[in-house]
């Protein structure tokens, strides 16, 4: 599903998987404590990508990020990838696989243009995850657990972006941020590279360049 030089073929993917329909996130459109989502049609979003990148990142496009794709899933009767054999033990996913009507796993693909990004979050059912590049390079900011009780609001809320320092310092909403004493770790994932995500470590992630990914949620 990529080329030689690293960027993503739209056409095979266009051919192979322009009927699937995928959930797509409008990195600049809240929703809550989340962005904006809606379901999209493969063939659409390349040729939404493909429009965006000619445009030279366009401030006047929506940035949207093609996300939690059910690809493997939804397409048993193609190879998509091998987990490694250091994720190999994974009762979420066999659990899924043996419960045929359930209709769900944890296992996806994401892809989009330079600039999208994923709010901080943990991973669901206090799971732990791993997440490979294929194409592209992604920044992560890591929080170990209880760290992110300084990120909540005086309502219990986490903060939606973590850059926002300005909302941050506001004392009253977040009577509980130090930043002297909040510890974060920083990793930028190159092309080709997995990021290990230990169960109830929050996070934020940003795609300094167009990315290709696939990302298992286990337990």
Same mark, same amino acid.
């Given at each position: 599903? !990529? =080329? +030689?030089?690293? +960027?993503?073929?739209? $056409?095979?993917? /266009?051919?192979?998987?322009?009927? &699937?329909?995928?959930?797509?996130?409008? &990195?600049?459109?809240?929703?809550?404590?989340?962005?904006?989502?809606?379901?999209?049609?493969?063939?659409?979003? #390349?040729?939404? !990508?493909?429009?965006?990148?000619?445009?030279?990142?366009? /401030?006047?496009?929506?940035?949207?990020?093609? /996300?939690? !794709?059910?690809? #493997?899933?939804?397409?048993?009767?193609?190879?998509?990838?091998?987990?490694? =054999?250091?994720?190999?033990?994974? !009762?979420?996913?066999?659990?899924?696989?043996? =419960? $045929?009507?359930?209709?769900?796993?944890?296992?996806?693909?994401?892809?989009?243009?330079?600039?999208?990004?994923?709010p901080f979050h943990a991973d669901v059912f206090s799971s732990y995850s791993w997440s490979a590049n294929i194409v592209g390079k992604k920044r992560w900011l890591l929080f170990a657990p209880g760290d992110e009780e300084s990120l909540r609001d005086k309502h219990g809320k986490l903060i939606?972006?973590?850059?926002?320092?300005? $909302?941050?310092?506001? *004392?009253?909403?977040?009577?509980?941020?130090?930043?002297?004493?909040?510890?974060?770790?920083?990793?930028? *994932?190159?092309?080709? $590279?997995?990021?290990?995500?230990?169960?109830?470590?929050?996070? =934020?992630?940003?795609?300094?360049?167009?990315?290709?990914?696939? #990302?298992?949620?286990?337990?």
């Open positions: 599903m !990529w =080329q +030689a030089d690293n +960027a993503p073929n739209f $056409e095979y993917i /266009k051919r192979v998987f322009g009927s &699937c329909i995928a959930p797509v996130a409008d &990195c600049t459109a809240k929703y809550y404590n989340s962005q904006l989502k809606d379901d999209m049609a493969l063939a659409d979003y #390349v040729d939404y !990508w493909i429009t965006y990148r000619d445009l030279s990142d366009p /401030k006047n496009m929506p940035l949207l990020y093609l /996300k939690d !794709w059910h690809c #493997v899933k939804n397409n048993p009767h193609i190879p998509i990838y091998n987990v490694p =054999q250091y994720f190999a033990s994974d !009762w979420l996913n066999e659990y899924y696989t043996e =419960q $045929e009507e359930l209709n769900d796993d944890y296992m996806f693909i994401y892809m989009g243009p330079k600039g999208t990004w994923t939606y972006d973590i850059t926002t320092s300005n $909302e941050l310092l506001n *004392q009253t909403m977040y009577p509980n941020y130090d930043e002297d004493r909040l510890k974060r770790y920083e990793i930028i *994932q190159q092309p080709g $590279e997995i990021v290990f995500i230990p169960s109830g470590w929050h996070h =934020q992630v940003w795609n300094l360049v167009l990315i290709f990914s696939t #990302v298992s949620t286990r337990l």
